[in-house]
């Protein structure tokens, strides 16, 4: 798959360009990123405002990737596998923190526990939370920026398969092509996390009006996931491949 997206990037501009758009897209879609943007957009009640989270998430990651872009064009610097590693470590950490925050508002706006109830000869249990204050802060627009959007994507920005696109710009002979791949790239990585962010935010807007113990359960379940993702991917690059080996 490298070598023949190598082949493709010789041959001519457009195709460089073409590719870094459809690259960023792509990465938008991976599931880290798709964890921690649902812990975010969980609670929010407009799907503007959840558009919005996955902008600055994409405009974060752009920065970091320039940063990045500028060293390895300017000062031929190269990421090693386990710096990369590092990065990803941070990841983990960081997707860990997200899904515990989740629970956190969770229990901060009601009490959480699980209802046991018998039909018959069966019985089943489902997580209830009872209302209680919430921290939501509204404006007067119905939006919010989230700096910590922001932040997100910056550390994705330099983790992962986005370390994996740093390969890609040696191989440009114009440096000056090289920082618009960059950006074509960061392009495409912020509409694709705007798309991903309003498809995600869809279940929890339509259940957060009329189905609040659903819209509560998908919450839980964003949670669950980023804790359980971020401690995969920490033990992965932690332990299993040896950074701290």
């Given at each position: 798959m490298q070598s023949i997206s190598l082949a493709f990037l010789t041959t001519s501009i457009p195709a460089i360009l073409g590719l870094g758009f459809?690259?960023?897209?792509?990465?938008?879609t991976e599931a880290d990123h798709m964890a921690a943007v649902s812990t975010i957009v969980s609670d929010r009640k407009s799907i503007w405002n959840s558009m919005l989270v996955g902008g600055l998430w994409g405009m974060g990651h752009t920065i970091s990737l320039f940063i990045a872009g500028i060293f390895v064009l300017l000062l031929n610097f190269q990421i090693s596998e386990?710096?990369?590693?590092?990065?990803?470590?941070?990841?983990?950490?960081?997707?860990?923190?997200?899904?515990?925050?989740?629970?956190?508002?969770?229990?901060k706006g009601g009490r959480l526990h699980f209802h046991?109830?018998?039909?018959?000869?069966r019985s089943h249990v489902h997580?209830?939370?009872?209302?209680?204050?919430?921290?939501?802060?509204?404006?007067?627009?119905?939006?919010?920026?989230?700096?910590?959007?922001?932040?997100?994507?910056?550390?994705?920005?330099?983790?992962?398969s986005a370390a994996l696109m740093l390969l890609v710009?040696?191989?440009?002979?114009?440096?000056?092509?090289?920082?618009?791949?960059?950006f074509i790239f960061g392009v495409g990585s912020i509409g694709g996390?705007?798309?991903?962010?309003?498809?995600?935010?869809?279940?929890?807007?339509?259940?957060?009006?009329k189905f609040e113990r659903v819209n509560q359960i998908l919450q839980v379940a964003a949670g669950i996931v980023s804790v359980v993702l971020g401690l995969s991917i920490v033990y992965e690059k932690g332990f299993s491949e040896g950074l701290f080996g």
């Open positions: 459809f690259l960023g897209l792509k990465h938008a386990r710096t990369e590693r590092g990065m990803e470590f941070c990841v983990g950490l960081m997707l860990t923190i997200l899904g515990l925050n989740v629970f956190r508002k969770l229990l046991t109830h018998e039909h018959g000869d997580p209830h939370i009872h209302d209680g204050a919430t921290d939501e802060v509204h404006s007067h627009h119905g939006l919010s920026l989230s700096p910590k959007a922001l932040f997100i994507g910056m550390v994705h920005g330099m983790a992962g710009i040696p191989t440009i002979d114009s440096k000056t092509v090289g920082l618009i791949y960059i996390m705007m798309l991903m962010s309003l498809i995600v935010s869809l279940p929890f807007r339509l259940t957060a009006m």
